[in-house]
C-alpha cells in the first residue's frame, strides 16, 4: 500500500508538468478574451439598436421625408434585433454570418438614410437630429473599433488552437477549433451611391 502512494504522487505530478506545457491555460485564457471582446462588440452593436428608434422618430417629424427609406431602416433593426447575441455566435459560423449579415444590412440602411437626410436642410437644422446623428456616428467608430478588438483577439486564439502542441489539448481535450471573425461585406469596398 504505501509503495502506491508515491507512485500515485508522481503520476499526478506528471500529469501536473505535463498539463502545463500542453497550452490548456493558454486555450482557456484566449478563450475569455474572445468572449470580453465579443461582449464589446454586442455592447456597441445595442448602442445602435437603441439610437435608432430615437432618429427613425426624430426624421419621421419632417412630414416630407421619404417613408421608404424609413422603413428600410425599421426592417433592417427588426432583422438585426432577431437575430441571437449571445456568445453561442461565437462556436457557429453559419449563426455568425447571419449575425454580420444582419448588422451589414443595418448599417447600409443607416449609411441611405444620413445621406437621404441632405436633402432635407430643416430637418438638418434640428438639434435634436444633429444630436442622434453625433451620437450615431460616434456609435458607428465604437463598433468598429470593437470589431478591430474582436479580430485581433479571435486571430490570437485561432492561431493557438492550430498551432502544436496546443493544437493537440485544443482539439482532443478541449473539443474547439477555430473561430469565425468578421469580414467586409461583398461590395463594402464600394461607396453607397445615391441618385437623386
Known amino acids: ?28 485564457g484566449a478563450d475569455e478574451d474572445v468572449k470580453a471582446a465579443w461582449a464589446e462588440v454586442q455592447n ?27 422603413q428600410a431602416v425599421v426592417e433592417a433593426r427588426s432583422k438585426a434585433a432577431g437575430v441571437t447575441l449571445d456568445s453561442s455566435v461565437l462556436d457557429d459560423p453559419q449563426a455568425f454570418s447571419r449575425f454580420q449579415q444582419a448588422q451589414g444590412q443595418l448599417s447600409g440602411a443607416l449609411s441611405r438614410l444620413l445621406v437621404v437626410v441632405e436633402r432635407y436642410p430643416d430637418l438638418k437644422a434640428s438639434a435634436a437630429f444633429r444630436d442622434l446623428q453625433a451620437q450615431l456616428e460616434g456609435t458607428e467608430n465604437r463598433i ?53
Open 1 to 28: 500500500m504505501r509503495s502506491t502512494i508515491p507512485r500515485l504522487r508522481a503520476g499526478a505530478l506528471v500529469l501536473v508538468m505535463a498539463a502545463t506545457g500542453c497550452g490548456y491555460n493558454s486555450i482557456q
Open 44 to 70: 456597441q452593436f445595442q448602442r445602435r439598436m437603441d439610437l435608432v428608434p430615437n432618429l427613425v422618430n426624430t426624421v419621421k417629424g419632417s412630414a416630407s421625408f421619404e417613408q421608404e427609406t424609413l
Open 144 to 196: 468598429a473599433v470593437a470589431r478591430r478588438r474582436y479580430v485581433e483577439q479571435v486571430g490570437g486564439y485561432n492561431k493557438l488552437v492550430r498551432q502544436f502542441p496546443t493544437n493537440l489539448t485544443a482539439r482532443y481535450i478541449l473539443g474547439v477549433e477555430v473561430r469565425p471573425t468578421f469580414e467586409a461585406t461583398t461590395g463594402a469596398e464600394k461607396p453607397p451611391e445615391v441618385q437623386f
